[in-house]
């Protein structure tokens, strides 16, 4: 087995314990007994629990990071731009909901130089947000709500999707997008 693939999967279960306890209660003992293997054997793959959570996190973050600056540098319209966000979410949530579980809570728990860098990236990616919408409503594009409850109430739905989707079996994605999509942008009246 390829040492990429091994830490790989020590990644993808500690997501799952984290998610399940939170950071801070999970040991090395605790992933080594959920993968089946010694503690002292995951140290051939990762330095520290540390390790884990700032791979989790910091890949997370920089994949909205580029997918935002994709979009942000795109000359499509206001709403296609707010669409497209939304599917950026929808995507990662279905990609890695448990990992978003640790870009939610345990962001505080990073190093200092992973937490700030995670802070300028978040800073960055609501600013991009906030100018998206604060430039659709110069343009007349949205309606004239007020910038901070659109981005507040957009991107909190977002956010805690991975908490609500994986329990929604018979709900498939393009289902999610589409009516997500209409929800969020064009309300429900």
């Known amino acids: 087995m390829r040492p990429e693939s091994r830490k790989q999967e020590i990644i993808n279960a500690a997501a799952i314990l984290f ?23 995951l140290y051939n793959h990762i330095q520290s629990k540390q390790e884990i959570l700032s791979t989790i996190i910091i890949g997370l973050a ?12 795109s ?15 929808i995507d990662v ?3 890695n909901a448990d990992g978003l579980a640790s ?40 309606k004239p709500y007020n910038v901070e409850i659109m981005v507040f109430s957009t991107l909190s739905t977002l956010r805690t999707l991975y908490l609500w989707y994986p329990e929604q079996k ?5 289902i999610l997008k589409r009516d997500m999509i209409s929800v969020l942008l064009k309300g429900v009246a």
């Open 62 to 73: 920089e994949e909205f990071t580029v997918g935002m600056n994709k979009i942000v540098a």
């Open 19 to 41: 998610k399940e306890k939170g950071y801070s209660a999970v040991t090395m003992r605790d992933l080594a007994k959920a993968m089946g293997i010694k503690a002292a054997s």
């Open 170 to 174: 018979e709900i498939d994605s393009d």
């Open 93 to 95: 949530t279905l990609r």
């Open 103 to 142: 870009l939610n809570n345990d962001w505080m728990h990073l190093e200092e130089s992973n937490l700030q860098y995670f802070e300028k990236m978040r800073e960055e990616y609501e600013g991009n947000f906030r100018d998206i919408v604060k430039k659709g409503l110069e343009k007349g594009e949205i």
């Open 75 to 89: 000359n499509e319209n206001t709403i296609q731009k707010l669409e497209n966000i939304i599917d950026l979410h």
